[in-house]
């Protein structure tokens, strides 16, 4: 069943819409994300990103050339104060085949960790065993997660910046195990299209400070950034994004990456090359034809 909204949409709203389902449908395609037949997890937060995510991946199975299973899946990590009513609701409201989850996470890592510190590893490290148990005892092929386009570039830039590695969120994902296909439908998606549709489609938010942490500093200053950039230099964060299918490993440093040490150059003609790969005068020839004018 189709999410309805609650008013009638005015035609910002479907115009909206249909940006995100171009969007996503699109990365679908250009990944190979879901085929026919398969059973797709979808992991719902109580959040905007994965309400939009469930939502889009409805109204996309009804047009869609091929079938497949969508089952909303819920972790409630017994946090205090949780509302663990409101997804069993929702889902049931809207006809949607639903699991949830529960595991005392939270105790665990209140546990493990000493207060004031940050938790979001080992909660997440928790979540994914949890989420990948879930998915084999349902038969999902495919778990899908709402990760958008600014979560994969803050994410880039947080290993850039502090990893000293370029390793982003793939669309595409094959677990440790091989037993799973992790995806992210909304990989093309800006947040400030899915920030407006869930304010339109007015889906019952659970706040995410429940837990009582906040985000880990490095990323609110990658978000920071970005919007920076995003507000100077409109067109940046967009140019980013494509950047990330468009790599030259020839251009960068990773021997694993491009065989560098055996890298030889052609057979030599005995003659320079006119022009380089820009039509200039390579320097070194420059440098020669200089030099035979010096010595005339």
């Given at each position: 069943?189709?999410?309805?909204?609650?008013?009638?949409?005015?035609?910002?709203?479907?115009?909206?819409?249909?940006?995100?389902?171009?969007?996503?449908?699109?990365?679908?395609?250009?990944?190979?994300?879901?085929?026919?037949?398969?059973?797709?997890?979808?992991?719902?937060?109580?959040?905007?990103?994965?309400?939009?995510?469930?939502?889009?991946?409805?109204?996309?199975?009804?047009?869609?050339?091929?079938?497949?299973?969508?089952v909303?899946?819920?972790?409630d990590?017994?946090?205090?104060?949780?509302?663990?009513?409101?997804?069993?609701?929702?889902?049931?409201?809207?006809?949607?085949?639903?699991?949830?989850?529960?595991?005392?996470?939270y105790?665990?890592?209140?546990?493990?960790?000493?207060?004031?510190?940050?938790?979001?590893?080992?909660?997440s490290?928790?979540r994914?065993?949890?989420?990948?148990?879930?998915?084999?005892?349902?038969?999902?092929?495919?778990?899908?997660?709402?990760?958008?386009?600014?979560?994969i570039?803050?994410?880039?830039?947080l290993?850039?910046f502090?990893?000293?590695?370029?390793?982003?969120?793939p669309?595409?994902?094959?677990?440790?195990?091989?037993?799973?296909?992790?995806?992210?439908?909304?990989?093309?998606?800006?947040?400030?299209?899915?920030?407006?549709?869930?304010?339109?489609?007015?889906f019952?938010?659970?706040?995410?400070?429940?837990?009582?942490?906040?985000?880990?500093?490095?990323?609110?200053?990658?978000?920071?950034?970005?919007?920076?950039?995003?507000?100077?230099?409109?067109?940046?964060?967009?140019?980013?994004?494509?950047?990330?299918?468009?790599?030259?490993?020839?251009?960068?440093?990773?021997?694993?990456?491009?065989?560098?040490?055996?890298?030889?150059?052609?057979?030599?003609?005995?003659?320079?090359?006119?022009?380089?790969?820009?039509?200039?005068?390579?320097?070194?020839?420059?440098?020669?034809?200089?030099?035979?004018?010096?010595?005339?």
């Amino acid at each position: 069943m189709i999410d309805p909204i609650i008013q009638p949409p005015s035609k910002n709203f479907i115009s909206l819409e249909k940006w995100l389902l171009r969007q996503i449908g699109k990365a679908i395609a250009d990944y190979n994300m879901i085929g026919p037949g398969d059973t797709v997890m979808v992991c719902v937060s109580g959040g905007k990103d994965s309400y939009t995510l469930l939502s889009c991946l409805l109204a996309l199975r009804e047009r869609a050339p091929v079938d497949f299973r969508i089952v909303a899946m819920n972790l409630d990590q017994r946090q205090p104060g949780f509302p663990e009513d409101v997804l069993p609701a929702y889902f049931e409201k809207m006809g949607i085949e639903y699991r949830i989850a529960t595991e005392d996470t939270y105790s665990i890592v209140k546990s493990k960790i000493p207060e004031g510190k940050t938790s979001c590893s080992l909660c997440s490290r928790l979540r994914r065993g949890i989420i990948y148990r879930t998915a084999r005892e349902i038969g999902a092929t495919r778990i899908a997660l709402g990760h958008h386009r600014e979560d994969i570039l803050e994410t880039l830039f947080l290993n850039m910046f502090f990893g000293g590695r370029i390793k982003a969120m793939p669309p595409k994902l094959k677990s440790d195990d091989g037993r799973h296909i992790v995806i992210r439908p909304m990989a093309y998606c800006a947040e400030a299209d899915i920030a407006r549709y869930a304010r339109a489609k007015a889906f019952p938010i659970i706040p995410c400070t429940l837990c009582g942490s906040q985000e880990n500093a490095q990323r609110q200053q990658i978000k920071a950034m970005l919007r920076d950039w995003e507000r100077l230099y409109p067109g940046r964060i967009e140019s980013l994004a494509t950047s990330l299918k468009n790599v030259t490993p020839s251009h960068l440093g990773d021997s694993r990456l491009f065989d560098f040490a055996h890298l030889e150059r052609d057979a030599d003609s005995g003659e320079y090359d006119k022009y380089d790969e820009s039509g200039n005068v390579p320097e070194k020839r420059i440098f020669l034809a200089g030099s035979r004018r010096h010595h005339t």
